[in-house]
């Protein structure tokens, strides 16, 4: 079985599932999409290392075997789970704290 192929997949959907949730519109987000292309960028420079060494590596069992030089490609849909669920919740939070830091928020606590 193809646990971490699964598992990243799971993580992607959940990822896109919280950004709808919350209402944050990340895949609507040019920034978004262009921090995540640097990111890509960052992520096969450290992860190829890595893989590349091998200081890392993978079970053929648990992954479908495809690569992007030495990088499973489930490192990347991980990778960007974890991107999205991050910023997702931070620009959620943020979101919030800005509106309850507003000065419409401070007159309606004053009344």
Request: net charge positive.
């Amino acid at each position: 079985m193809k646990e971490y192929t699964i598992l990243a997949f799971i993580a992607a959907a959940g990822a896109i599932l919280l950004d709808m949730i919350l209402k944050t519109r990340l895949m609507k987000n040019k920034k978004f999409w262009v921090f995540w292309a640097v990111m890509f960028v960052l992520i096969f420079i450290v992860n190829g290392y890595l893989t590349w060494r091998p200081i890392v590596l993978y079970n053929d069992n648990f992954y479908l075997g495809i690569r992007l030089f030495t990088i499973p490609v489930e490192d990347f849909i991980y990778g960007f789970a974890l991107l999205t669920m991050n910023i997702s919740i931070w620009e959620y939070f943020t979101r919030k704290f800005k509106q309850q830091n507003s000065p419409a928020a401070s007159q309606k606590r004053e009344e």
